[in-house]
């Protein structure tokens, strides 16, 4: 077991969304962020059981399985119900901006005369 940095939170026993973080895995080597060993409870048959994970995406609801149940929408409005409600509102401005990106038609294409 690698011990904990004196700033690090400790995430050991948290759930977020299908993920329950087992124990710090150390930090990233380039940008010295975090890292937690998480065991996954999706139940899917493609669950991959054990995933490393950044404590900010934890935190943020950014990953809340071990990717088998990326598209299920409950559960990570689940996971994105623990983030502080300033950041959901951020969160919620990027995905509005996200969709009227995807609604603007494209502009037409011009010939190379």
């Known amino acids: 077991m690698i011990p ?3 700033n690090t939170v400790d995430e050991t026993g948290h759930v977020y969304g299908a993920l329950e973080v ?3 895995a150390g930090r990233e080597e380039t940008a010295g962020h975090a890292r937690w060993l998480c065991q996954c409870s999706c ?3 493609a669950c991959k059981g054990r995933v490393t994970v950044r404590g900010k995406l934890l935190r943020a609801g950014g990953q809340v399985s071990c ?3 990326r598209g299920n929408p409950e ?3 689940a996971a994105r119900l623990k983030v502080p409600p300033k950041r959901r509102l951020a ?3 990027m995905g509005a901006a996200a969709r009227r990106r995807a609604k ?3 502009p ?3 010939s190379g005369r």
């Open 4 to 6: 904990l940095p004196p």
């Open 43 to 45: 139940g899917e048959p």
């Open 104 to 106: 603007k038609p494209a």
């Open 22 to 24: 087992l124990e710090y």
């Open 67 to 69: 990717g088998a149940l």
């Open 108 to 110: 037409p294409k011009q």
């Open 91 to 93: 969160i919620a401005r």
């Open 75 to 77: 559960l990570r409005r």
